[in-house]
């Protein structure tokens, strides 16, 4: 059975909605498990990688502000942990190493869309929290 374009449209949409619903479900659970102090590296690779998914998905249908904003709570919640002296050093340096991942393609996104000072403040602030892990 053929579709009209609209309602072609609508499903898509809809499974977009679902998904992205579905993804942040799995953040707030990836998140809460970064909360415990007990919290391993592979918990926060696993929280790591679900804003990854997050952020790939909002990417692929053109949804560039939730793009932002996935990558944006993902990196600065890995410069805070990368600044928690109540975590390991081998955590923290995890941290580092994943936050320079993010601040790389969120600071690609802002620079695309015109927004050099955000990206410039980002950068800043990212060199002073890792700085105080060298």
């Given at each position: ?51 990854l998914d997050m952020a790939e998905l909002c990417q ?63 950068q800043n602030e990212f060199v002073t929290h890792a700085?105080?892990?060298?």
């Amino acid at each position: 059975m053929n579709m009209s374009m609209s309602a072609w449209l609508q499903h898509k949409i809809d499974e977009y909605t679902c998904s992205v619903r579905d993804l942040t479900v799995d953040f707030y659970m990836a998140q809460a498990k970064l909360n415990r102090p007990e919290c391993t590296i592979e918990q926060l690779r696993k929280f790591n990688d679900t804003c990854l998914d997050m952020a790939e998905l909002c990417q692929l249908n053109g949804d560039d502000q939730s793009y932002l904003h996935a990558m944006g709570k993902l990196h600065q919640r890995l410069v805070n942990e990368l600044s928690n002296t109540s975590r390991e050093r081998l955590f923290r340096m995890q941290a580092w190493q994943l936050a320079r991942h993010s601040l790389s393609r969120l600071c690609h996104q802002l620079m695309l869309n015109g927004e050099w000072n955000k990206a410039t403040v980002l950068q800043n602030e990212f060199v002073t929290h890792a700085s105080s892990i060298m």
